[in-house]
């Protein structure tokens, strides 16, 4: 069984073609970079694979579920979304209620956007604790999210998206917005989850080739919302790929298991 598995996926809104002709496999302990131009279809397909949306044509598993045939608000309990275009937290609540940086990663037991304090027990705060401890903010236990800076609100919405425990973390731009201290913390957090939990599934969708972290075993190259590239991501990301999807000639270099690209100068 794979983790998620799309077999000629299309997606249409009002004539618009999100998605078209999409075959995707995704295998336990895969960890997929997805990059593409905007309007490529990247969230689109990351919101199938996180079953809220449905395809138009084609079929969609997560999980051995077929979308359609599965009650999606119980699959979704074992998918780590992290999207702040879902709206999936109050932030505005919780910013007006003083909520901690504890209480936001709690919301992801209950799959809440806001507390319900009578489901949490010590054992979700400890667990809640030791996540936030985990994304390296241990110390952000107590913080007003109010106060949190925009990279450790990146982190708390991780733990928090692993707080039910989820067979696979999904996560659609989670760098936009960053400064790079703050983007190489996340990275280095993610990289980290790698190692700490082998066999957590992660996709994560990105524009820029220097947020893929160092532990991607897979990659996706898409554009006018076709795949232009799939599969192990050595041989995704190369210059003569990343240029095609693009639209301009590149340099591709790799450091310490990072990759860079800068456009060919005439």
């Known amino acids: ?11 249409r809104v009002v004539g618009k073609s ?3 002709g999409v075959d995707w496999q995704v295998d336990y302990g895969d960890h997929w970079a997805i990059l593409g131009p905007n309007g490529a279809g990247k969230t689109t397909l990351l919101s199938l694979a996180g079953a809220v949306r449905h395809p138009t044509e084609g079929t969609v598993k997560v ?16 998918i780590g979304l992290v999207a702040v275009s879902q709206g999936l937290i109050d932030e505005e609540l919780l910013e007006e209620e003083g909520a901690t940086a504890q209480t936001v990663v709690l919301t992801g037991h209950t799959g809440t956007s806001a507390p319900l304090w009578d489901r949490y027990g010590d054992i979700e705060r400890d667990r809640a604790n030791r996540l936030l401890a985990d994304l390296g903010c241990k110390d952000l236990v107590d913080r007003p999210f109010r106060v949190c800076s925009q990279g450790e609100r990146a982190r708390i919405r991780v733990a928090r998206a692993l707080m039910g425990d989820p067979a696979v973390l999904l996560l659609d731009e989670p760098f936009a917005g960053l400064d790079l201290p703050a983007r190489e913390d996340l990275i280095a957090a993610v990289e980290g989850l ?3 939990r082998p066999v957590l599934t992660t996709v994560t969708v990105t524009h820029h080739l220097e947020e893929v972290p160092a532990t991607t075993t897979h990659a996706m190259l898409m554009r006018d919302a076709r795949v232009l590239a799939a599969g192990p991501v050595s041989e995704v990301l190369t210059p003569a790929n990343l240029s095609d999807c693009f639209g301009r000639p590149l340099h591709v270099d790799r450091l310490d298991g990072r990759w860079y690209a800068r456009a060919v100068r005439p």
Do not use: K
């Open 1 to 11: 069984m794979h983790v998620v598995e799309l077999e000629g996926v299309g997606v």
């Open 63 to 78: 999980l051995g579920h077929r979308l359609g045939r599965v009650d999606v608000r119980e699959l979704r309990r074992h």
């Open 194 to 196: 790698a190692t700490t």
């Open 18 to 20: 999100l998605l078209d």
